[in-house]
Structure formats: structure tokens, C-alpha cells
């Protein structure tokens, strides 16, 4: 198991956000993770490259328990972890070249060169050539959401966590990103895990889909599950009527 | 009932809010210590820093320290015309700038330019997520963000505030001079009566802290920020009025163990 998340439990203040949620994520596999608003998605995905540390429960990724993990052991893991975040986390104060570069800059051995090299190919991949000297705030939502894709998967990472890859994207690069996700996946062998509310994307894109609900793994399934699934919660969500939702609960 | 908890309880939730900060304080500080060995990754920021801290603020500085000289060296001469003889007027101004205005002025001004900004700068990091970003890139925030600010405000509030003692001192003159009917010598005789070189360190030593606390309150409610522009807002305001006050402690407080 490459990504594992065992009856993690995470609460802020009152709020308990996981409540024994668990995960297992298979080489590379790519799992979506859908969910309503508010359920704690996000916060799962942050648990997976430590920058949460679970109230009880163990993270394991890369056969490393990274809950537990520290200083340079906890770098070393994170360098083979690409993040996407929602809403892209730019260095506004930053070119997208540099943006780009930041996690290669923390990779020994990189010449100048490579970096440049593998900034250019990065940003070709997400189709976001001549952008490299304007600022974060020079470009557009999606053009801002395909740099950080850039920064992550410039890293050439084994794993790569997306939060929201889609949201507030065009038809069009919504399916350049999904297409890119699955080159990720079947090309490199990446192993993902992809936060989406957009549950198109989560059929194309998966192997499997998990539903959080109430802190938990409510329901785990292939696309063709999901779709077919009798329970309300799942239905409510997948078919957008909130009547369902009602009469789950 | 009501009436005689509510400010029990505002005291309560004042006291945890005032006491969890402290903790989280600590937390922070031994991070940065932690994060000191990382010269890496803080390294190249602290030129800049020092620039953004230290070069950028001497203009503001001197505008304060000068129209401070000015009004010290009138007040003096109103003060002591007809009892003191006028060229206490160069001791008056040459003491109060070292030990005092120069420092503790300044200090509160840069408290304003510096902590403030640095404070909107991180926490609006925090806020965008670029904190995270920098952790998932396997960064080290705090020594990134935080150890150059807080190294670069300890060196440069001595050299900003040293000159601004120094534009304090040539605006009194200049005062005394165009002003006061003083001439040169006599303010220079003046300057020279009560100066003593350890004021000189006393202040460099005072500045230093007040660097030290301008930049780690700025960077700890900037690093600690939550909620939004409101939290954004609330970090850099509590950033001046937190810093301002401890600068006003600090300040009697080397006063009183120091001198």
C-alpha cells in the first residue's frame, strides 16, 4: 500500500472534522475523494503530506509513518509528494518560472539547467507556454490553477495529491486536466488522490471513489459503484438533490 | 446573574487567549531556534531583509529623529532661558536622543512600517496557503519567512536607529544655531558635558531588542493568522499594538536594570 490513512481522527476546537476516517491507496492507483462542502476533504488530503498532523490514528505514505515524521526525514518524503492546492497557492511575490522552480530548487544536485529545462516542460504539459516572467496575479484563475499543477508535477513526483483540480475551470481545460491526471497515472505511474466535487471529472478520472461523509469513509467504490449506489447519501451527492439528504438522515 | 459572569467570563477567555498566545509563542520561538541551522534556505533572504528592514526604513527615521531634534533643542532653550545656562540645550538634546527619543521613537515608528508589513505579508501567506505550499515543496517556513526577517530586524534597528540619533543631534543644532542664538561651540560644549560611550551602547543594545521584538511579534501573528482579510487585518494590527507596548516595556525595563 503506497497511501494508507488508518481510523484517523482530526478535530479543530469543537469541530471534529475526521472521526476514524481510513484510506488505502495502491500504487498507482488514482482515488477521488468526493464529499459535500465542509466535510473535512481538504483537511484529509493535508494529513497525507504532514502538513496536519492527526489527534489519533496513523498516516503511512511510501511505507513511511509521515504523521510521525520530522525535520529532514519529513522533507525527503514531501519531495515525492506533489500537491495541488484549490486555489493554485502561488507565491504571489514570484514569476511562474519561480513558482515553477521552488521545489526543484530544494532537489540536490539540480543544475541550473535541469531547472530551467524541467520548468519549461512543466509548464508545456499543463499547456502554459510564454507566462514564465509574469506574476501570479498577471494571469487568470485557470491560468493561476495550471501553475500550481505546473509546480507539482514538476517535481516528477511518485505521488501527487490534487485539491480541486477543476473547480472554476473552462470545459476545455477541465479536460486538459483530467487527461493530464491520467497521464500522470498510466505514463509516469503516479499514485493520486484527487478531492473533487465535480463528479464527471471523479468517472474519468478514477480507479476508485470514496465518499466522505460525517468523517468517515461512508462509501468506497469503482466509478461504476458509485454510479450505481442505492445509498441516499451517495445519491443525494452524485445526482445533486438535496431531498435525498434529507431523507437519509 | 448574567451581569456578574459576563466579565468573569470575558476575564476568563481574555486570560486563555493571552496565555495560549505565550505558549504558542514559545513554540514558535524554539522552531526558529531549531530553524537557524538551516542557513540553506534563510540564508539568501537576509541581504533582502535587511534591505526591506533596515535600508528601506532610515528615511522615516530621519524624518522623525529630525523634527524630534528640532523641538527638543526649542524646548530645551524655553525651558532653560534665564536658568540654565543655553548650552545644556546640547546636552539636553545629545542625552535625550542617545538614551531615549532615538530609540524608543524609532522603535515605534518601525513598529508600524516593519512589524505591519511583515505581519500582512505572512499571514496573508497563511490565509492563500502559501505556508502549505512552501511545506509541500519542502521548505522550512519558519526559517524561510521567519529567521531572516527576525536576524535582519535585530542587526538593522541599531544602524537605522544610530543614524537617526545622529539626524536627531544636527537638527538641534541646526536649530540652536539658526534659532537659539547658540553658537557651535557652545552646543558642542554642551554635547559633550554628560556623554558618556556606554549610552551609546546602551542604545545599540536597547535597539537590538526592539528589532528582535518588531519582527518575531510581526512574523508570530502573521505565521498564526486565521480567517481571511479580517484575520489578515486583525494580525497586523495586533502586530503594532503588541509590539508598541513591549517596545514601552522593554525600554523602562533596560532603563531600570541598565543604567
Not at chain 2, 37 to 63: C, E, K, N, T, Y
Not at chain 2, 170 to 190: E, H, K, N, Y
Amino acid at each position: 500500500m503506497s497511501i494508507e490513512l488508518k481510523d484517523v481522527h482530526k478535530a479543530f476546537g469543537e469541530k471534529r472534522v475526521l472521526r476514524g476516517f481510513t484510506l488505502s491507496v495502491e500504487r498507482g492507483e488514482t482515488v477521488s475523494v468526493i464529499g459535500g462542502s465542509g466535510q473535512g476533504k481538504s483537511t484529509l488530503l493535508k494529513h497525507v503530506n504532514g502538513l496536519l498532523k492527526p489527534d489519533a490514528g496513523e498516516v503511512w505514505v511510501d511505507g513511511q509513518r509521515i504523521d510521525q515524521l520530522e525535520g529532514e526525514p519529513l522533507y525527503e518524503t514531501r519531495r515525492k509528494v506533489g500537491y495541488v492546492f484549490q486555489f493554485a497557492a502561488l507565491f504571489d511575490s514570484m514569476t511562474i518560472a519561480e513558482n515553477v522552480a521552488m521545489g526543484l530548487r530544494r532537489i540536490p544536485g539540480l543544475s541550473e539547467a535541469d531547472i530551467a529545462d524541467r520548468v519549461r516542460t512543466a509548464l508545456a504539459r499543463v499547456d502554459l507556454e510564454g507566462v514564465d516572467e509574469q506574476y501570479p496575479s498577471e494571469l487568470s484563475g485557470g491560468m493561476r490553477k495550471r501553475a500550481g499543477l505546473a509546480r507539482a508535477i514538476a517535481l516528477e513526483p511518485a505521488y501527487l495529491l490534487y485539491d480541486e483540480p477543476t473547480t472554476g475551470l473552462d470545459p476545455v481545460t477541465l479536460s486538459m486536466v483530467d487527461e493530464l491526471i491520467l497521464r500522470m497515472s498510466d505514463r509516469l505511474g503516479v499514485t493520486s488522490v484527487v478531492i473533487t466535487h465535480d463528479m464527471e471529472s471523479a468517472y474519468r478520472i478514477s480507479d476508485r471513489i470514496v465518499m466522505l461523509h460525517e468523517g468517515r469513509a461512508r462509501v468506497a467504490g469503482t466509478p461504476d459503484e458509485i454510479r450505481d449506489s442505492a445509498d441516499p447519501v451517495v445519491r443525494a451527492f452524485v445526482e445533486g438533490r438535496a431531498d435525498l439528504l434529507e431523507e437519509a438522515s | 446573574m448574567n451581569l456578574i459572569l459576563a466579565p468573569v467570563r470575558g476575564l476568563g477567555r481574555a486570560t486563555l487567549a493571552v496565555v495560549s498566545a505565550v505558549g504558542r509563542g514559545a513554540m514558535l520561538s524554539v522552531d526558529a531556534g531549531r530553524s537557524l541551522r538551516r542557513v540553506d534556505q534563510w540564508g539568501p533572504h537576509l541581504v533582502p531583509q535587511m534591505i526591506s528592514i533596515g535600508v528601506a526604513s532610515i528615511p522615516l527615521a530621519l524624518f522623525i529623529a529630525a523634527f524630534t531634534g528640532i523641538v527638543l533643542a526649542i524646548q530645551a532653550s524655553y525651558t532653560f532661558v534665564g536658568t540654565v545656562p543655553l548650552y545644556f540645550v546640547g546636552a539636553l538634546v545629545g542625552k535625550t536622543m542617545i538614551l531615549e527619543l532615538g530609540p524608543a521613537l524609532t522603535g515605534l515608528a518601525l513598529s508600524g512600517r516593519v512589524g505591519a508589513s511583515n505581519a500582512s505579508e505572512i499571514a496573508t501567506m497563511r490565509v492563500t496557503e502559501q505556508i502549505d505550499a512552501l511545506e509541500s515543496l519542502a521548505y522550512d517556513p519558519i526559517a524561510y519567512l521567519v529567521v531572516p526577517r527576525v536576524i535582519a530586524g535585530t542587526l538593522m534597528f541599531p544602524v537605522v536607529i544610530a543614524l537617526a540619533i545622529a539626524m536627531g543631534i544636527v537638527a538641534g543644532w541646526l536649530t540652536s544655531i539658526a534659532l537659539l542664538d547658540l553658537a557651535t561651540p557652545q552646543f558642542v560644549r554642551g554635547l559633550r558635558l554628560f556623554f558618556d560611550t556606554y549610552d551609546v551602547q546602551f542604545a545599540m543594545f536597547k535597539s537590538a531588542t526592539f528589532g528582535t521584538t518588531v519582527t518575531s511579534v510581526g512574523a508570530f501573528f502573521g505565521y498564526t493568522c486565521t480567517g481571511g482579510a479580517r484575520g489578515v487585518g486583525r494580525a497586523t494590527t495586533r502586530t503594532v499594538v503588541v509590539s508598541s507596548m513591549i517596545i514601552l516595556v522593554l525600554d523602562a525595563f533596560w532603563a531600570a536594570t541598565l543604567l
